[in-house]
């Protein structure tokens, strides 16, 4: 199993990216996948995150009104709309998924089961 994020890159403070979470080897659609930021020498922390029908969202106290997460279940792929980037924004982005069938969204890294390899966001004054 193998989860990949993608979409990062270099931003101006204001602009906006989308990150994209794929997987190969495992079907997303039925599982709650997050997504979590590290910066160095800090733990890892929740961002957001989205049940499989996508009727249950949740996000960090920090992103909200700016991050909308959304998935296609189609596409096997999990999305993160990130707009108004700020500088607290920078940090490397890994989604993960929770494969436990659980109803609410966990926070907690240690819920999530498999994990992406990071992508990592700049945000430039």
């Known amino acids: 199993v193998q989860l990949q994020a993608f979409g990062g890159g270099l931003v101006q403070a204001g602009g906006s990216l989308r990150l994209s979470c794929a997987a190969c080897g495992l079907s997303l659609s039925s599982y709650i996948i997050g997504w979590f930021r590290q910066v160095p020498g800090k733990e890892r922390k929740f961002v957001s995150a989205?049940?499989?029908?996508?009727?249950?969202?949740k996000y960090a106290d920090s992103v909200k009104g700016r991050f909308t997460i959304s998935r296609d279940n189609a596409k096997n792929t999990v999305y993160l709309q990130m707009n108004n980037l700020i500088n607290d924004d920078a940090a490397v982005y890994y989604c993960?998924?929770?494969?436990?069938?659980?109803?609410?969204?966990?926070?907690?890294?240690?819920?999530?089961?498999?994990w992406g390899q990071g992508t990592q966001v700049t945000v430039s004054s």
């Open positions: 993960a998924a929770d494969v436990n069938d659980r109803v609410v969204i966990p926070t907690a890294r240690s819920r999530y089961d498999y």
């Open positions: 989205i049940n499989w029908s996508s009727s249950s969202t």
